[in-house]
């Protein structure tokens, strides 16, 4: 009989916390986002400033795809763009709808999810 309470004790536990958990893995992933978006926002910015223009993808920030003299990269130490904390690319389009030039991802929900989930430079200030 005792065991049998125990167990339920546990049972009632993970049910309380286990929401709770994901929760939070959810709200971490958004931050750590928000984050990455702004870092990347900041190299776009330098390597504008070295250029006189933005880059067309966001590989120019890593190899010099335009054969400009005045790129003074690699902007970002790592060799490749890092995926947003759902293992998809971030997504760039310059000129952007919001700015000067968009940086986003689809969050949580990836492209299914619709405008709701997006997570834009734009809405990380």
Do not use: C
């Not at 546990?10 to 309380?16: F, G, H, S």
């Not at 919001?98 to 997570?119: A, E, N, Q, T, V």
């Amino acid at each position: 009989m005792e065991m049998v309470v125990v167990v339920a004790i546990i049972a009632l536990l993970a049910t309380i916390v286990t929401p709770m958990y994901f929760k939070h893995v959810k709200k971490a992933r958004v931050t750590t986002t928000k984050t990455q978006i702004a870092l990347i926002e900041q190299v776009v910015m330098d390597y504008q400033l070295d250029n006189g223009r933005d880059p067309q993808v966001l590989q120019d920030l890593i190899t010099n795809q335009s054969s400009s003299p005045k790129w003074d990269g690699p902007y970002l130490k790592s060799s490749s763009i890092p995926p947003d904390p759902w293992g998809n690319a971030y997504l760039y389009t310059s000129p952007g709808s919001h700015g000067r030039f968009d940086l986003y991802s689809y969050g949580p929900d990836g492209p299914s999810g619709g405008s709701k989930s997006i997570i834009g430079n734009w809405d990380t200030k």
